[in-house]
Structures are given as C-alpha cells and as structure tokens.
C-alpha cells in the first residue's frame, strides 16, 4: 500500500460531506443586514460588529436540519451562553484574574460536551467560538448592560427564521420520514435522521414509514455487500432489480411529503420474475438474492399500503433512543483515560495563552495567531495535522486570491467582496471545511480597518503559521493522544462492545433488566464506536487507493450503529412494560456476535450462526413492536456476517492490522 502524499491528503480531506447551503446563506446575510441596520438606528454603534456576527452564529445554530422540537431549546441555550459570554467579557475587563477565570472555565466546560457525543461537541465549539467573538469585540465603550443588549437584538433578529420553520415544521418531518427510501441516502444519514427523531410524538403512519425506510436502507446496504458475491449473470439481475427499485423507492418518498397515493410496482415483480425464473436455486449466494429481493418487494408494499390507509387513531409514537443521566455520563468519561477530556485541558491551556495576550495588547497579530490555535487544535496528534495541512493550505490559497482581489478592484469595491465572502463561507459550512475557511479568511482580510490587502494577507499567513505550530506543539506535548490503529481488531471490539450491550439489555431467567449496567455497556460500546470512526479516518487519510476497503469499513461501521440502535430500541421496551421470555433470541444474537468477532480476530471464515424466527405471542400487546425491533437486530447480524465474509473474501480484514 503506498501512502498518501501531501496533495494527496489535501485532496482526501478537502472532500465535502454534503451540499452547498445557498438558502441557508441567503437568509443569514440578509438578517445581518437588518441586524446591523436596527442596531444603527437604536444608536448601538458600538456593537455593530457583536450584533452582526452574534446573528449569524444564531442563525447557523436555528438552520440546524433538526425538527422545530428540538432547534428551540437549542437555540434558547446558545442565546444564554452567547449572552453569558458577552457579559463575562465585559467584567473581565476590569481585572486580570477575572478575565483568566473565565477563559479557563469556558474553555474547558466547551470542549468537554464532546464526551456526550459529536453533536454536543460541535454545539460546545460553537459557544466557544461566541466566547472568542467576545473577547475579540468587547471594550469599555460600552457598558455590560448594552452588551447583553446587544445580543437580545441579534438573537430576536434571528429568530425571525422561527417563521418559517413554525409554518413548515410538518413538512420538514415529512422530509424526515422520507429520507430512507431516497436510494442515494446512505445508513450513516439514517441513523442521524433516526436520531434527530428520538423522543419526537410522530402519528403511526410517520412512525412506520420511517421504520420500514430504515430497514429498506439496510437491505440496500446488504445488496451491495452481496454484489460481489454473486456470477455475472446474477450481477446484472440484481443491478436491474435494483435499479427498478430505487425507482419506486422514490416515487414512495415523493409521495410522503407531497399528497399521498399509491406507487406501481410492476417493474419490481417483473424483475423478481426475472430472477426466480434465471437463477440456479442450488447456488447459497443466488438463494440469498432471491432472499433479499422478496424481502425488499415486501417492504415496498408494505409501504405503499400506509400511503393511503387512514389511522382514526389520535395515538402518537415516539421513536426510542438510549437514555442516561449526567451523572452516568460524567463518571464514564470525566477522566483523563477519555480522549476527550485530554483535548478540552489541551484547548484551554492554549487558548487562554492566546486570548491573555489578546487581552493585554487588543493585537491584530495576537488575535489572528490565537484563531489559528482556535481553528486547527484537535483531540489528537494525528487530526491536528490534518486540519494543519487543510487549514493552513486553504488560508494559503485566501491570502493570495484576497491580494489579487485588492489589486484588481478599488479599494470601496472591496467592502461588497467581503460580504459577498461571508455568503460563501455560510454558503460551505460545514460541508466543505476547507474552501468554508479560505472565504471566512478572504472575509477578514478585506474589511480589516489598517494597511493595504497585501499587506494585511502576508501578516496572515505569518500570524496562522503561528497558530498553527502552537497548537500541533500542544497536541503533540500535552497529554498527548497518539493513535496506534488495528482497524479489523478494531472491529472486532465493536462487534463485542455490542455483544455486552445485547447480553446486559435483554433479560433471561436469572437475571432482570438493570438499566444502570445497561447504560454502562452502551458508553463502552459509543467508545470502541468513536475509536472505530478515528481509526477508519486515519486508513483513510494514509493511503491512497484504499476507497474500496473504506467504504467496506464504513458499511460495517453503519450497520453496527444499527444494531446498537436497535438494541437501545428494546432496552426502551423492556423498560415500559415486561416483555415475552425471548431468552433463545438472545442466547443465539450472543452466540452470533462473538463468531463474528472471532472471525476477524482469528482472520478465519466460519460458518454463520443463524438466528431463528424470533418471538411471538398474539396474547401479548407490545409484541408487534418487539417483533420489528428483533427481525432488524437479525438482519443487522445478517448484514455484518455478509460484510465479514466479503472482508475475508478481499483481504480487507487482513491489512490496517498495525498502523501507527
């Protein structure tokens, strides 16, 4: 395997993970805007600047893709700690100490909402980024009362976007609830929409058509898997199966946020037909696409009959998700064995140097080599450099393109360049970090108030270098995370993680649940699955041509999501009301999970372990429920053992065993 270069790495790391946010960018400029203009008018002049950025970091935080439920109490805390940050600013110019309180104590407290997962963190680096705005902007021309001001107005400017969210929030669930049936979606962006879903009331016919989507998203992920498997005659059945629905799929998904009706599919029994009729039923890989493509036919009918059937049921269904207490969580992870926590000490040591010497000098340079910490400081040695060669890179390409800028218009031309920047910077984020960073920097450097564009751009490149050798010096020296990667056995720890998870969830005769020593197999399992995802990032950043295997581990990643979101869905079961004795389902998913982790230890083909129809009881109520819930935990296992074999098939599962 040979490694990546630097153009290479830049390349790899440069790909966007999503599209462009035009509308999102459009609506955020245009409230600046009337922010600023507000601002102006109520005489705010010496917060022009706060009110502006605070109402685009506001307007990012309520555009979030999440449902109305859940974008207010997000956006009501990022206008508390926005405001708590201002008003710390402004008492701490008053005294040193003060000021180095609070740098340390919102430093780290930012950082460590990683602990709770990436979508906490990203929220915490948020704040944070509103805290550094505020020791940026605050001075003592105005009083900490104006400053609070201040953020009230940028936060009900923004919340004009509340409009129409309130008036579209049906629709943006439809949107939803639709997701997994478009073919491009992938499981990993089920899995999030499934989340941003949790403990959201849903009417049956949403609740089951999301829950059939995610079990269509699986089957699709599984046919890929079993593509290779397959003769070229069943290769072309298949891709011809497929292709008919995916056609169908979409057309069911259109249907779900437009009017609904009922979708043809006589393409998809056609080519059923097809593949019973050419097919050698004697062939183990031909049987299971016969398998899958009946299962798959199934769930689209299934589907298309809740298009049009009506619930007179006014009952609301909530989709599950793994709960636990703060005190669960902080004594897991509130040690310096979490990576996590290693980072936010890191973070605030280094970011309250750069702010102190920000504070005591109010310096362009200082302020500019402090962002550069700020931007580019990451959990560990190996993605500090990553976002070194990113960041660093695309502020390159900003300072040059900002210079030629400056020299190719006149100078009060300038100032509309800058805002059209700040469009593109909201336009990319977060999908295409890089170029999102170079406009944000070109942004900067246009509208700073003293010396020439060239000169202001050499002096960021100096001060960004600077930024950036502090903090890979920092990563690398204090309690440092260096990452020592066996990407199979790190799969195999997964698979085990969920295997201790399904043992301390699923009650048998001897023992009842303990939602206590479930919640601490659950934080073990969310360990192994971030050391996974780091793990499968660095094969990824390392070497070149490894897109076939990356996309392998991805797929095994997402499927292990799954089942452990599926287990969580039965803990939530289990918690509600007592269940059926389901103890040979347990006892055969545990004996399951461990071959499969012994397969890849062992890098051995064994023979799969097969779970048996699950439970079921037509005296029991919550059994139709459950009974969803096991056949996707079996068609999880189904799903991995199909992955594992191809691993072994194409000598995945052999490399990434010692990577440091």
């Given amino acids: 395997m040979e490694k990546k270069g630097f153009a290479g790495r830049l390349k790899t790391l440069s790909k966007p993970t999503g599209k462009p946010m035009w509308s999102q960018a459009f609506k955020s400029i245009i409230l600046m805007v009337l922010a600023a203009l507000i601002a102006k008018s109520l005489g705010f002049d010496d917060g022009i600047k706060a009110v502006m950025f605070i ?163 699986g089957f699709r992920g599984y046919s890929k898997l079993m593509f290779s498997r397959l003769s070229s005659q069943s290769q072309e059945l298949l891709k011809s199966f497929m292709d008919a629905v995916n056609k169908s799929s979409l057309e069911i998904a259109g249907s779900i946020t437009s009017t609904p009706s009922t979708v043809q599919l006589e393409s998809v029994d056609q080519e059923i037909e097809n593949i019973q009729k050419s097919v050698n039923s004697s062939d183990p890989n031909n049987k299971a696409l016969v398998e899958v493509s009946t299962e798959i036919k199934t769930l689209l009918q299934k589907a298309n009959a809740l298009l049009i059937e009506k619930y007179h049921s006014s009952e609301k269904l909530k989709i599950p998700s793994p709960q636990s207490s703060l005190k669960e969580v902080l004594s897991a992870n509130f040690n310096l064995e979490n990576m996590y926590i290693r980072h936010a000490l890191r973070f605030s040591l280094a970011l309250t140097l750069g702010l102190l010497v920000v504070y005591l000098t109010h310096g362009r340079d200082a302020l500019w ?190 499927v292990n999501k799954k089942l452990a979101a599926d287990i969580s869905s039965i803990a939530t079961l289990i918690e509600s009301k007592p269940l059926p004795d389901i103890y040979r389902f347990k006892e055969q998913l545990i004996d399951s999970l461990n071959e499969l982790a012994l397969s890849i230890n062992k890098n051995v083909v064994l023979p799969r372990a097969n779970i048996n129809q699950s439970y079921r009881d037509s005296d029991v109520a919550e059994t139709s429920t459950l009974e969803s819930y096991l056949d996707w935990v079996r068609n999880d296992v189904k799903f991995l053992q199909e992955g594992v074999e191809l691993g072994h098939k194409t000598g995945a599962l052999e490399r990434y065993r010692d990577m440091t």
């Fill in 55 to 217: 109402t685009l970091i506001a307007t990012i935080i309520i555009d979030l893709p999440l449902p109305l439920r859940k974008i207010i109490p997000m956006a009501l805390v990022g206008f508390i700690m926005t405001f708590l940050a201002f008003i710390s600013s402004s008492l701490a110019l008053s005294s040193l100490p003060v000021f180095l309180f609070f740098t340390v104590i919102w430093a780290f407290l930012s950082l460590s909402m990683y602990i709770f997962s990436e979508t906490f963190g990203l929220f915490g680096f948020i704040i944070f980024c509103g805290y550094f705005l505020s020791v940026a902007l605050v001075n003592k021309g105005a009083s900490t009362l104006e400053w609070g001001l201040y953020i009230i107005l940028a936060y009900l400017v923004a919340s004009i976007l509340f409009i129409p969210k309130i008036w579209g929030r049906k629709k943006d669930i439809s949107k939803m609830i639709a997701s997994p049936f478009v073919p491009e979606t992938s499981l990993e962006r089920v899995l999030s929409v499934r989340q941003a879903l949790s403990g959201i009331p849903l009417d049956r016919k949403d609740y089951e058509l999301f829950r059939i989507g995610n079990y269509l998203t």
């Fill in 369 to 558: 080599v402090t962002m550069g910490i700020l931007i580019i400081i990451k959990p560990d040695v190996t993605s500090t450099l990553n976002n070194i060669i990113l960041r660093v890179s695309f502020n390159v390409f900003a300072i040059l393109l900002a210079i030629l800028l400056g020299f190719l218009f006149p100078h009060y031309a300038l100032f509309g360049l800058a805002f059209l920047m700040l469009f593109l910077f909201r336009a990319f984020y977060p999908s295409y970090m890089g170029l999102s960073v170079m406009f944000l920097s070109i942004f900067v450097v246009l509208i700073w108030p003293n010396g020439p564009v060239w000169e202001n751009a050499v002096a960021r490149i100096i001060d960004i270098s600077i930024g950036a050798i502090i903090a890979f010096v920092c990563a690398y020296l204090i309690l440092p995370s260096r990452m020592t990667v066996d990407l199979p056995g790190q799969i195999a720890k997964v698979i085990h993680a969920n295997r201790e998870y399904a043992n301390a969830v699923i009650p048998d005769g001897d023992r009842e649940y303990d939602h206590e020593n479930a919640v601490k197999y659950f934080r073990k399992y969310m360990l192994e699955e971030k050391n996974l995802e780091s793990a499968i990032k660095k094969v990824d950043d390392t070497f070149n041509d490894v897109d076939d295997d990356v996309s392998l581990y991805h797929e095994l990643s997402a």
